[in-house]
């Protein structure tokens, strides 16, 4: 039986290999790998994004009208959609504060906030210390400014020129403290590659139960600030954290870190309380033993 299915699946690779030649088919395959893994764009009408939202915008019946966290927070695209989806759902209340410490980019976020209740722009970068650092801009309202250098590899062309601008540095616990910040209903993070830092500057609010569902990005750019998907694990889990990848048909759980998971390719990671994993449709991982859903 083993010599069977090794012939079919030599002869098959072999066939396939002389039709596309070797670089069609590694596009190929990664094709593959990325469809039955879920890796999907960075749409967030339809990569699970606004999904996460709508559930804690209407499950978490917190007590107070809910606090939001957009760190990250660009020109204020996802701060928009979700202020825009509180209307809808009658959520009342609800307190955004937007992260974004790039200047230019900040004003754009300003301007398109201006006349959105709720919102609270702030122009620093929550880190794991307070303080200063040097941000690589590159424009502004661009996806790629970073704290983190990018290496020269990232681009197929010529290396785009950035600028090098001072920025403010301030931890999630000191910010709440400073605030009078009691919980945070959901803390969404897209800090390019800056993400993990974030959530070790959330030591305070993550020991005490404080943050209730986090969203955070992982991607290549965690390989330009020294770290792996498996910190995350590390250091929420410890604190009673679930995580999982959020994809469009759900949230796929992981019981705890595994090699297989280290891809660095781009997506959205959720991790929650236990007392609302069931708030968000779930699917199994695949590299789990027994059945699978399709």
């Known amino acids: 039986m083993t010599f069977a299915r090794d012939l079919v699946r030599n002869t098959l690779v072999r066939g396939l290999w002389l039709t596309l030649g070797r670089r069609n088919l590694v596009r190929?395959?990664?094709?593959?790998?990325?469809?039955?893994?879920?890796?999907?764009?960075?749409?967030?009408?339809?990569?699970?994004?606004?999904?996460?939202?709508?559930?804690?915008?209407?499950?978490?019946?917190?007590?107070?009208?809910?606090?939001?966290?957009?760190?990250?927070?660009?020109?204020?695209?996802?701060?928009?959609?979700?202020?825009?989806?509180?209307?809808?759902?009658?959520?009342?209340?609800?307190?955004?504060?937007?992260?974004?410490?790039?200047?230019?980019t900040f004003e754009k976020l300003r301007e398109q906030t201006r006349a959105t209740e709720g919102v609270s722009p702030v122009r620093a970068a929550l880190s794991n210390e307070n303080g200063e650092a040097e941000l690589n801009v590159f424009g502004a309202g661009l996806g790629i400014n970073s704290l983190h250098r990018p290496h020269e590899s990232r681009w197929s062309g010529?290396?785009?020129?950035?600028?090098?601008?001072?920025?403010?540095?301030?931890?999630?616990?000191?910010?709440?403290?400073?605030?009078?910040?009691k919980e945070i209903a959901l803390l969404k993070i897209d800090a390019e590659g800056h993400d993990f830092s974030v959530l070790e500057g959330a030591r305070g609010l993550l020991e005490a139960h404080r943050i209730h569902v986090m969203q955070f990005e992982y991607n290549q750019r965690w390989i330009d600030a020294r770290h792996f998907l498996k910190d995350a694990f590390d250091l929420l889990q410890p604190y009673g954290y679930r995580i999982g990848k959020i994809t469009p048909r759900g949230i796929e759980l992981y019981p705890h870190w595994h090699f297989e998971l280290e891809s660095f390719r781009e997506g959205n990671y959720l991790a929650c309380l236990p007392a609302h994993v069931d708030l968000f449709p779930q699917i199994q991982w695949w590299n789990l033993s027994g059945p699978t859903h399709s």
């Open 158 to 181: 010529e290396q785009p020129q950035s600028t090098i601008e001072k920025v403010p540095l301030i931890t999630a616990d000191t910010f709440c403290h400073n605030e009078k910040i």
């Open 28 to 104: 190929f395959s990664r094709l593959l790998t990325m469809e039955s893994r879920l890796d999907v764009g960075n749409d967030m009408a339809t990569n699970g994004e606004t999904m996460v939202q709508d559930r804690v915008l209407g499950g978490l019946g917190l007590a107070d009208p809910p606090v939001i966290f957009d760190v990250g927070a660009n020109v204020g695209r996802w701060t928009l959609s979700l202020v825009e989806l509180a209307t809808r759902k009658r959520v009342s209340g609800a307190r955004v504060y937007a992260f974004e410490p790039a200047s230019a």
